[in-house]
């Protein structure tokens, strides 16, 4: 990342690691709601420790013996942490106790409970982050909560973290191939070797399929990467890769969709940071109500508000990038022209996104995200332990805020993601 994107670049990073092992980086989930006690749906909270969310998500659908759509969850949690979220899975007519205990070394049920409907995704009010910052020297805190004040008072750019995009950073291009309609292009972007010098622990796998022995390439793969071996398995028969891309799971496929999205909000938030207009509106934006996450259109009149300013600095309200989706609200003027032409330059337009999206209903609707969100309830540590020094950073983020974009401005420097996981 260059250092020209720090919002903090006044202050020094503090440098060092995170997620050097589990217990160094917490979660722990702010639910939306309770549940009522009754219903078809069996709600649980779950401790999940080096695993995914999609990881567990499949093995309730096996423990419960019921689709993977009939599992439901607010938010993806981190792999490489120690994570407390609920989870929900339909069985009509049925109860928690009509069903074995989970017995997994990973997996802790908490509590269980009955609820009317499915927990969906953003049924959450946002997380708190508990994370150590290794090779650090324990007086760091003292730069790290200098950097907290600012972030504070500022706002923290709500980037979309480097997890969104894989350990070889290629999901947003799986996704514009998806877009295009561009199946080969799909299958490289998911499959191909990486670039001389990128790490990549798949890279066995990565030269058989190269070399076109899908077979080989399929049990090469770790068995986690099933979009990667349901793929090749399609090609390993004989199938075109057309067939091959249409073997994708869904839920994989719009998160690849997704990775797009965000790559195209990533580039305008940057732009934004370089201008200083984080936390600015000016006319044609769309500003995001952090309370209730309603949208209003800003024009001249409404630049006229004398509240306005107040509204800012209080974060009542906070200026908005794209998702890109037909059901985005678009900017006005000049803001419009600029989302328009960062879609345009990734080879598509607001045209191709619609005809996607009433093919594949539900998969990239669109929506408007906040540049900036508030950091709350912030508290920093120096110590030792076991393992030698380190700074404890804790702190809350509302929902869609990854915790990795506020350690990066801690440390002045990317923290590595090798998986395609993210606190949103």
Not at 36 to 53: A, C, D, Q, V
Not at 333 to 347: F, T
């Amino acid at each position: 990342m260059n250092t020209a994107t720090w919002l903090t670049a006044d202050i020094p990073g503090i440098g060092g690691r995170i997620k050097e092992r589990p217990e160094d980086f917490l979660v722990d989930e702010a639910p939306l709601y309770q549940p009522s006690g009754k219903g078809e749906h069996i709600y649980m909270l779950i401790e999940k420790r080096g695993l995914s969310t999609l990881h567990v998500a499949g093995l309730l659908s096996r423990h419960f013996g019921v689709r993977p759509f009939d599992v439901g969850y607010a938010g993806l949690k981190d792999k490489r942490a120690i994570t407390r979220q609920v989870f929900s899975v339909h069985t009509p007519g049925k109860h928690p106790e009509d069903f074995p205990a989970i017995s997994h070394d990973r997996i802790g049920v908490l509590w269980t409970d009955l609820h009317g409907n499915k927990l969906r995704r953003g049924h959450l009010i946002g997380n708190r982050f508990s994370i150590k910052v290794r090779g650090v020297p324990p007086t760091a805190a003292i730069t790290a909560l200098r950097t907290f004040r600012q972030l504070a008072e500022s706002g923290v750019p709500n980037r979309i973290g480097p997890q969104r995009f894989g350990y070889l950073g290629r999901n947003h291009l799986i996704g514009r191939a998806l877009l295009l309609g561009d199946e080969p292009g799909v299958l490289d972007a998911l499959l191909a070797p990486a670039p001389a010098g990128v790490p990549d622990n798949q890279s066995p796998a990565r030269g058989l399929y190269a070399s076109g022995d899908f077979a080989a390439a399929r049990d090469a793969f770790h068995r986690d990467a099933r979009a990667e071996r349901r793929v090749l398995s399609v090609l390993a028969r004989g199938r075109s890769p057309s067939q091959a891309v249409r073997a994708i799971d869904p839920q994989e496929r719009n998160f690849f969709l997704s990775a797009f999205q965000s790559a195209v909000f990533n580039f305008m938030l940057d732009g934004r940071l370089h201008e200083g207009r984080l936390a600015h509106l000016g006319t044609g934006d769309v500003a995001f109500k952090h309370d209730n996450r309603a949208l209003f259109a800003v024009t001249d009149e409404t630049l006229t508000d004398p509240a306005l300013a107040g509204r800012l600095e209080r974060f009542e309200i906070s200026p908005s990038g794209p998702m890109w989706g037909p059901a985005m609200l678009r900017a006005g003027g000049e803001i419009d022209r600029r989302e328009v032409a960062a879609l345009e330059a990734a080879g598509l337009t607001p045209e191709l996104l619609a005809a996607f999206e009433s093919r594949y209903r539900g998969s990239m609707e669109g929506a408007r995200r906040p540049y900036r969100v508030p950091v709350t309830d912030v508290d920093v540590e120096g110590g030792v332990d076991e393992f030698g020094g380190y700074v404890r950073c804790t702190f809350d983020l509302p929902r869609g805020a990854f915790a990795t974009t506020v350690m990066a401005e801690i440390m002045k420097s990317g923290p590595d993601e090798p998986e395609i996981e993210d606190e949103d």
